[in-house]
């Protein structure tokens, strides 16, 4: 057998000496956002948007009862300058019949008059008050003499209709 070639005696290099020492990756950019922010944006933007839409129909519901309220101050402003009380009664009762046309069905306030209107009045807000109480001037100053002297007390029947509006806020159509 021959002999085996001699074995190098050079010294070996370091085969880790060429290797880097530690390095840390680039700083996370913050462009795109990862799939669960996105999801987040959305679900804000969906709750942001039905909150508007909720609050502009609710403002909007709430634009008859403001407006009737106006009117009924105004009322009673034109009350204290000299409006006869028969008159008063005539405009509440008009002020009462529009805002119960926009809150309640058509079928069930258009054709009522006399007791069927006060009674509707009483159920939907107004106690007795209406039917026995300083309501009954809206079915009775109709048909009275305009000389002749009223019957109601005016403030006491805007405190009622004062009350019904504020009662019927929330009525729907």
């Known amino acids: 057998m021959a002999n085996p070639a001699p074995l190098p005696t050079a010294p070996i290099a370091d085969p880790l000496a ?3 020492d530690w390095h840390l990756p680039g700083p996370v950019s913050w462009w795109p ?30 634009a008859a009862v403001r407006t009737a309220l106006g009117e009924l101050h ?11 009380p028969q008159g008063f009664a005539a405009k ?4 009462l019949r ?9 079928e069930r306030v258009a054709g009522l ?11 939907t807000g107004g106690g007795e008050g209406f039917s026995q109480g300083p309501g009954r001037v809206l079915a009775e100053s ?7 002297p009223t019957s109601g007390d005016p ?3 805007a405190d009622l209709a004062e009350r019904w509006i504020r009662a019927n806020r929330g009525a729907t159509a």
């Not at 922010?37 to 942001?48: D, H, K, N, P, R």
């Not at 105004?74 to 409006?83: I, V």
């Not at 008059?113 to 159920?123: E, K, R």
């Not at 109709?142 to 002749?148: D, L, Q």
Request: aromatic share 8%.
């Open 98 to 106: 529009r805002l119960a046309l926009t809150r309640f069905p058509r």
């Open 142 to 148: 109709p048909y009275r003499n305009p000389a002749a």
């Open 92 to 95: 509440v009762s008009v002020l």
């Open 74 to 84: 105004a009322l009673r402003t034109q009350l204290g300058a000299g409006l006869n």
């Open 18 to 20: 060429g290797l880097r």
């Open 33 to 62: 956002p990862a799939p669960g922010w996105w999801l987040i944006a959305g679900l804000a933007l969906g709750a942001l948007v039905l909150a508007v839409v909720l609050w502009r129909r609710r403002r909007r519901r709430g």
């Open 155 to 157: 403030a006491a029947l």
């Open 113 to 123: 008059s006399g007791a069927d209107w006060l009674a509707f009045l009483d159920a």
